[in-house]
């Protein structure tokens, strides 16, 4: 039986699910649908060539791991794949799902299944669409700033190219993010020699950008009457001070046992972790000698008897003299 951490109750067999015939097989796999934070996603209206993809997110909220057996798609415009295949016990993973802007043009839409085979059979529906621009192309298909420091500012060139009318106009520049500017050359646009009127685009990401990763867009707003905003995504990662590779889940464990595993802590520059600390007494962890870029923190968990799920967050603490503190958490399940 498939036990939720809220203990939620599934169908015990398949001969129940018989029973009950098609509703009851859509109930009994709700409860996978019911680990995705969102299930659809539009892409809206994109320009041919454009790096275009999205992450559907979910989270194993289960007691057993879990699975992905297989990720099909119903149309070839957009290619899905998954994040990783054995998720345990409160891990995250990602079915990402790529739209195709190369080989396709127009509107289009894709049913991606995700076919869970463990710890119960189960297929989950996703659903992407978009509108693909043949007569507008970005070099290059995406603006990517990479990895940055904190208060690091950097800027990328985009050259947008228009096979139409001359008339054709850019008239304004869109995004919900007010740490990306925008400017053009002083002599967009201009005409090719095939006729295409071309735009030279500065997209800056300012030093006030917070820590995390950028997974935004900024929208081209042209002088047509219709499809008249064009979406160019924006990505890159803003390093935290303090960069925490945590420990694997430990997934399942039984009572009684202990596992062992190690946090990985690192800045740009030297420094002493001064304390390690977890309120749960089941784990052992203390802070390592030294001052360094990199610290190794071994961490102990001992299962005890008590059953169930559990996740702890664990508080490392620096000299770093900002931003000197960072947590990671250590999750799983026991049983019997």
Same mark, same amino acid.
């Given at each position: 039986?498939?036990?939720?951490?809220?203990?939620?109750?599934?169908?015990?067999?398949?001969?129940?699910?018989?029973?009950?015939?098609?509703? &009851?097989?859509?109930?009994?796999? !709700?409860?996978?649908?019911?680990?995705?934070?969102?299930?659809?996603?539009?892409? &809206?209206?994109?320009?041919?060539?454009? /790096?275009?993809?999205?992450?559907?997110?979910?989270?194993?909220?289960?007691?057993?791991?879990?699975?992905?057996? #297989?990720?099909?798609?119903?149309?070839?415009?957009?290619?899905?794949?998954?994040?990783?295949?054995?998720?345990?016990?409160?891990?995250?993973?990602?079915?990402?799902?790529?739209?195709?802007?190369?080989?396709?043009? @127009?509107?289009?839409?894709?049913? *991606?299944? $995700?076919?869970?085979?463990?710890?119960?059979?189960?297929?989950?529906?996703?659903?992407?669409?978009?509108?693909?621009?043949?007569?507008?192309?970005?070099?290059?298909?995406? *603006?990517?700033?990479?990895?940055?420091?904190?208060?690091?500012? !950097?800027?990328?060139?985009?050259?947008?190219?228009?096979?139409?009318?001359?008339?054709?106009?850019? !008239?304004? $520049?869109?995004?919900?993010?007010?740490?990306? =500017?925008?400017?053009?050359?002083?002599?967009?646009?201009?005409?090719?020699?095939? @006729?295409?009127?071309?735009?030279?685009?500065?997209?800056?990401?300012?030093?006030?950008?917070?820590? @995390? #990763?950028?997974?935004?867009?900024?929208?081209?707003?042209?002088?047509?009457?219709?499809?008249?905003?064009?979406?160019?995504?924006?990505?890159?990662?803003?390093?935290?001070?303090?960069? $925490?590779?945590?420990?694997?889940?430990?997934?399942?464990?039984?009572? &009684?046992?202990?596992?062992?595993?190690?946090? $990985?802590?690192?800045? /740009?520059?030297?420094?002493?972790?001064?304390?390690? #600390?977890?309120?749960?007494?089941? *784990?052992?962890?203390?802070?390592?000698?030294?001052?360094?870029?990199?610290?190794?923190?071994?961490?102990?968990?001992?299962? &005890?008897?008590?059953? =169930?799920?559990?996740?702890?967050?664990?508080?490392? !603490?620096? #000299?770093?003299? /900002?931003? @000197?503190?960072?947590?990671?958490?250590?999750?799983?399940?026991?049983?019997?």
């Amino acid at each position: 039986m498939l036990s939720l951490i809220r203990r939620v109750a599934l169908p015990l067999s398949l001969g129940c699910i018989a029973v009950v015939c098609t509703a &009851g097989s859509a109930a009994a796999q !709700k409860w996978a649908a019911e680990m995705f934070a969102d299930s659809k996603h539009d892409f &809206g209206i994109v320009p041919r060539g454009a /790096k275009t993809e999205y992450r559907f997110e979910f989270t194993n909220k289960y007691e057993q791991p879990l699975h992905i057996a #297989d990720v099909r798609t119903s149309c070839g415009c957009t290619s899905p794949r998954f994040e990783k295949a054995d998720v345990k016990t409160y891990e995250k993973s990602a079915i990402i799902c790529e739209f195709n802007t190369r080989a396709f043009v @127009g509107y289009k839409s894709a049913v *991606i299944t $995700v076919v869970i085979d463990r710890p119960s059979y189960a297929e989950v529906q996703l659903q992407v669409e978009g509108n693909i621009r043949s007569d507008i192309v970005t070099e290059p298909g995406e *603006i990517q700033f990479g990895a940055l420091q904190p208060g690091q500012e !950097k800027s990328q060139t985009v050259r947008i190219s228009y096979a139409g009318r001359n008339a054709w106009e850019i !008239k304004d $520049v869109l995004s919900e993010n007010s740490n990306l =500017g925008v400017s053009f050359a002083a002599n967009s646009p201009t005409r090719t020699r095939d @006729g295409r009127v071309e735009y030279i685009m500065n997209v800056r990401l300012k030093d006030t950008t917070p820590v @995390g #990763d950028l997974n935004d867009q900024i929208i081209l707003k042209t002088n047509e009457s219709q499809y008249n905003l064009v979406a160019i995504p924006v990505r890159g990662r803003v390093l935290p001070p303090l960069e $925490v590779t945590p420990p694997n889940a430990i997934g399942t464990m039984k009572t &009684g046992t202990t596992w062992t595993g190690r946090i $990985v802590v690192k800045a /740009k520059e030297p420094f002493t972790v001064t304390n390690v #600390d977890c309120e749960d007494s089941r *784990i052992a962890v203390s802070a390592p000698e030294g001052k360094k870029v990199l610290h190794v923190i071994p961490i102990k968990f001992a299962a &005890g008897d008590k059953v =169930g799920a559990f996740r702890q967050k664990i508080t490392i !603490k620096t #000299d770093l003299p /900002k931003d @000197g503190v960072t947590h990671t958490s250590l999750m799983g399940n026991i049983v019997e």
